[in-house]
């Protein structure tokens, strides 16, 4: 038991407190839980459509709730292949799958394994190396290396490691993902644990039983400290550690940010190459390690300080032996290979600081001005020194963010199906299409909670491209929308506030009803409120300077509601380009055989006529009224398009919008405002923009 002088009590208390007003509670903890566990069910479910096997887990520190925005984690997400199968013994081997007979012997550090390929069409060993990504060992064993898992990458990503990397901007949370291959079974290295009788009450036999029935992996990722690095597979048990961060208290939770937010602050700093020799994950395995050794009563808000200083005492433990044994392997040692000598005397240099100190150190620590809260809790100063979010504000800002990368992943992962059958006949799309919503439909009946949330967020989206694609050939046939293309536009109204509506309403202009379009339009624009309305595109990475404030108010935490405060942008592809007025068409075109050249690896979305949804709805407004001959509105939809440049901080496609308004400009006779539009729009995008094409074309239509 800890002897805890009287004072502790109070700065626990105060600390608590702290911690609680940037958002550090059992409320807001649920929030970052439902929405990782929402993501993943969304991205889960979505390939299953099609038939392609594999499971997605949101994992890491936005998935715990054990994080603050001055933390800045990103999400970490783990796919795993479920057509591969990675078995301990014969008996495990699976028909219909990929079988690896897992391999762990002197050869390979604690925590690694050994892939063994097997044949496919019965439990025997594989005895021929197909490619390069096989190789024959001195046994004659056929061994998988871990660069089999392919480099392509979704739009936005970049290779680091095992992982693949999305950076952050402001609004938007930075994501890892890390293809997996799942295990049949857990290894005997890490069972022990899990089987071991122990007399203390943590982790409890029902969270071990639990955890029993979590997947093991194995990532593509050597030791660091072996030979055979390319050949070697890291055993992940992410989602049993999962289970275990669900299970902790709100003061270890707590615990757990301040050690990372100590460790961030006074260990992992520049004059150390910047780079995190003290991890989060060590962080969570030093405080799994502290939990099981105490007793659970001292777990609580009174005592938070002392347990804080047992962590960075066991820390430093750690970091003198040179070892932080795994949790669920006590033989894999997470320090193996990333601290250098030099480096150990550097962080126990600084760790001696900490532990020699009494809570002032806390006072030190900038991540949501941590120390000057702390400061003012003990009237110790009177007040900040700078503007800081009070606690209702750190509320909004989690919940808008969270809720706006929900958004974002739901447009992502409709874009990027319909991006993968682009070469698919029309045909085909549709029929993918179709089974996609059944699969959807599906699910929604028969499905818990969070399948049925993700597919109200999901279908709309694949019914509004069922009807686009409909009506496209109806067009190109005969100039008219049948009844079933507009039952599905219909059917997919509510994706968002504006862009199904939008996409619907431009599939009519392009059938001449323009009245029709009009009545659209205008019941399109009095939902989407310009004050707390956001735009949200999943095109690249969009960087946000600040989200509405109408917005953020509006952002009660309700995920199938959200979509009426969100527009996404409108995307048109080239299967649909008879729904799409001439002056969006460009955007197909834009590129030169030049600016190919400097394309990045997934900017596959420039093929597509992509536009936000706001300076899209008055840019219609603007043709359909003028062809109504109805110029006053026409004037005022103008007026309107001018206007959201100035208003509209997070568009995605701004330099699209610019080169509709100069079309509007040449249409009005303003060919110098036109001229100056394009030029605008260059300076925002300088490659791969149709803004040269229109200012070629206006300007050889002013010489002529």
Not at 56 to 66: C, R, W
Not at 345 to 368: A, K, P, V, W
Not at 382 to 397: R, V, W
Not at 495 to 509: E, G, P
Request: glycine content about 4%; aromatic content about 10%.
């Amino acid at each position: 038991m800890f002897h805890t002088p009287d004072y502790y009590h109070n700065i626990s208390m105060r600390l608590s407190e702290v911690v609680d007003d940037i958002g550090v509670n059992e409320n807001m903890v649920m929030k970052w839980r439902r929405t990782a566990l929402l993501r993943e069910t969304m991205q889960t479910i979505t390939p299953g459509a099609d038939g392609r096997q594999m499971t997605v887990y949101e994992l890491g520190s936005q998935s715990e709730g054990t994080t603050t925005i001055g933390l800045e984690s990103d999400t970490d997400t783990l796919g795993c292949m479920d057509d591969n199968i990675v078995i301990q013994d014969w008996s495990e081997w699976t028909p219909g799958k990929y079988n690896y007979l897992m391999i762990q012997n002197e050869t390979t550090p604690p925590g690694y394994c050994l892939l063994q390929a097997l044949r496919p069409d019965a439990p025997l060993p594989d005895t021929h190396e197909t490619d390069d990504d096989f190789v024959k060992d001195k046994s004659g064993r056929i061994l998988v290396k871990n660069t089999i898992i392919p480099d392509s990458m979704p739009g936005g990503y970049q290779r680091q490691g095992p992982s693949m990397a999305f950076a952050a901007t402001p609004g938007i949370f930075a994501a890892d993902i890390v293809i997996t291959y799942p295990c049949k079974s857990w290894p005997q290295s890490s069972r022990v644990f899990l089987d071991r009788q122990e007399t203390n009450s943590w982790p409890t036999v029902a969270m071990k039983r639990y955890a029993k029935t979590t997947r093991c992996s194995v990532v593509c990722v050597g030791s660091k400290v072996s030979e055979n690095a390319d050949l070697e597979w890291r055993i992940s048990t992410s989602l049993a550690e999962r289970c275990l961060m669900f299970n902790l208290n709100i003061t270890q939770i707590r615990i757990y940010i301040l050690m990372k937010m100590i460790f961030k602050t006074y260990i992992n700093v520049e004059n150390l190459n910047n780079e995190s020799y003290i991890s989060s994950f060590m962080c969570k395995t030093v405080l799994f390690y502290c939990i099981a050794s105490k007793p659970s009563k001292i777990w609580k808000e009174c005592n938070i300080l002392n347990c804080l200083s047992f962590c960075i005492q066991t820390m430093n433990r750690c970091i003198l032996a040179g070892n932080c044994p795994h949790f669920f392997d006590h033989k894999n040692n997470l320090m193996a290979g990333k601290i250098s000598t030099e480096v150990k005397h550097q962080l126990l240099e600084r760790m001696s600081n900490l532990i020699s100190c009494d809570e002032t150190f806390l006072f030190g620590i900038q991540i949501d001005d941590l120390g000057e809260r702390l400061q003012i809790k003990l009237n110790m100063i009177n007040e900040l020194h700078h503007d800081i979010p009070q606690p209702d504000e750190y509320t909004m800002d989690i919940t808008a963010g969270l809720l706006l990368n929900m958004g974002i992943e739901s447009s992502r992962t409709h874009y990027d199906f319909i991006h993968e059958m682009k070469d698919e006949s029309l045909e085909m799309k549709l029929k993918i299409l179709l089974q996609t919503v059944l699969h959807f439909t599906r699910y929604y009946r028969d499905g818990n909670m969070l399948e049925k949330t993700a597919c109200r967020l999901l279908a709309p989206l694949y019914c509004t491209s069922i009807g686009s694609l409909i009506a496209s050939q109806n067009i190109q046939i005969n100039n008219t929308v049948s009844p079933q293309a507009l039952d599905w536009l219909e059917a997919g109204m509510d994706s968002d506030v504006a862009s199904s509506r939008l996409k619907h309403a431009s599939i009519i202009y392009c059938t001449g009803d323009m009245e029709r379009v009009a009545f659209i339009l205008s019941y399109t624009e009095e939902q989407y409120n310009t004050e707390v309305t956001e735009p949200l595109c999943c095109c690249y990475n969009v960087y946000r300077d600040s989200l509405k404030r109408g917005f953020r108010q509006l952002c009660q935490y309700d995920a199938a509601e959200f979509k009426y405060i969100v527009a996404y942008c409108v995307r048109f592809f080239p299967w649909e380009i008879n729904c799409v007025p001439h002056e969006l068409q460009y955007e197909m075109f834009r590129s030169t055989q030049e600016d190919l050249q400097h394309r990045g690896t997934h900017d596959d979305w420039m093929d597509y006529a992509v536009v936000d949804s706001l300076p899209y709805l008055y840019f219609l407004q603007y043709k359909t009224y003028g062809s109504l001959q109805r110029p006053e509105e026409q004037q005022q939809a103008l007026t309107k398009l001018m206007r959201v440049f100035e208003t509209e901080d997070n568009l995605g496609h701004r330099e699209t919008a610019l080169n509709l308004l100069g079309q509007c400009m040449e249409q009005e006779n303003r060919p110098v405002d036109a001229l100056q539009c394009y030029m605008i729009s260059l300076r925002l995008r300088e490659r791969n923009n149709a803004a040269k094409f229109h200012i070629c074309r206006c300007l050889a239509n002013t010489i002529s």
